[in-house]
Structures are given as C-alpha cells and as structure tokens.
C-alpha cells in the first residue's frame, strides 16, 4: 500500500514530508473550482504550465495520498477527478487508476467517478489548471486532474 506516511518524516506536525512548501503555497492558494495536475514523467508540464511545480523522484500516488488528505474534493462538481483516456487503439490497460480509486475511496469517498478526457482536450484543461506537478511517474496514462473542493464544517 503506497501512502505518503511511508516516504518520510514530516517536517510539521500533520503535513506530509512529500509536499513540498512550493506545493503547499499552490494547495493554500487555490480556491473553490481551481484545478491542479499531477502529470508523470512523460507529459509536456512545462510547456502546459502557468505554475509549475517540480516534484521529481516521487510517483503520482504517493503524491496523490499526501494531497487527498489535505485537499478537499469539489463534490458539487459532475466529475471532480479527470484521467487522460487512452489513446483509441493503444492496447495499454492502466492499472494506475485502480490505486487513484482506492486512495479518493479513503480519502474523498464522495468523489464518484473519474472523468475520462480525451488527450488533447487533456492538454487544453491542464493549460487551465491553476497548477501542474511534475512527478517521475512512470506509469503511462498517469495524468491526473484534481478539482478543489470546499472545507466543510
């Protein structure tokens, strides 16, 4: 079971040592209906990217863990989570996306089901998310798009 306890200490109290405080600034800044991509290794971040944050070294679901356990899910929104949709004829089967499941199952449990986004229609949203993390994930079809939520009382 991957989860963030597992990389390493936390420096403060409660906030897992994988955010770094680039990426908490990014979490804290963002509001209601902002988005924010985990992109593996593969995908053009930087190029797609109006903040980008580096986070080399470390897998999109570790990452993911750390961040569902501080970052609210939009459960007004049809879709809160996005994937990018393998490619028509690619034979690729993401196994990646069970463990996505999984951990919003933990951590989020009313975010429903995943978006499937056609790959290019990827690229446009990411170039309107608030931010891209670029991970070293290696597994294709890792891309990942969360939409933040509200605090609730």
Same mark, same amino acid.
């Given at each position: 079971?991957?989860? +963030? ?26 509001? &209601? ?5 985990? #992109?593996?290794?593969? +995908? ?13 070294? &470390? ?14 899910? $939009?459960?007004?929104?049809? &879709? ?9 004829? $690619? ?6 996306? $069970? ?5 919003? $199952? ?13 790959? +290019?229609?990827?690229?446009?949203? #990411? ?11 290696? #597994? ?14």
């Amino acid at each position: 079971m991957i989860g +963030f306890q597992e990389v390493s200490e936390p420096m403060l109290k409660g906030i897992p040592a994988i955010i770094s405080p680039e990426l908490m600034k990014i979490l804290m800044e963002m509001g &209601h209906g902002d988005e924010i991509v985990l #992109a593996d290794g593969n +995908f053009p971040a930087a190029s797609c990217a109006q903040r980008l944050v580096r986070a080399d070294g &470390h897998g999109v679901p570790a990452l993911l863990a750390a961040i569902l356990s501080l970052f609210p899910l $939009d459960t007004y929104a049809e &879709h809160s989570v996005g994937l990018m949709a393998v490619v028509p004829g $690619d034979p690729v089967k993401p196994v990646i996306w $069970d463990e996505y499941k999984r951990l919003t $199952d933990i951590y989020e449990p009313e975010a429903g089901k995943f978006e499937l986004i056609e790959r +290019f229609a990827f690229y446009e949203r #990411a170039k309107q998310a608030y931010a891209i993390v670029a991970t070293g994930e290696t #597994a294709q079809y890792a891309n990942i798009i969360l939409k933040k939520g509200v605090i609730k009382p």
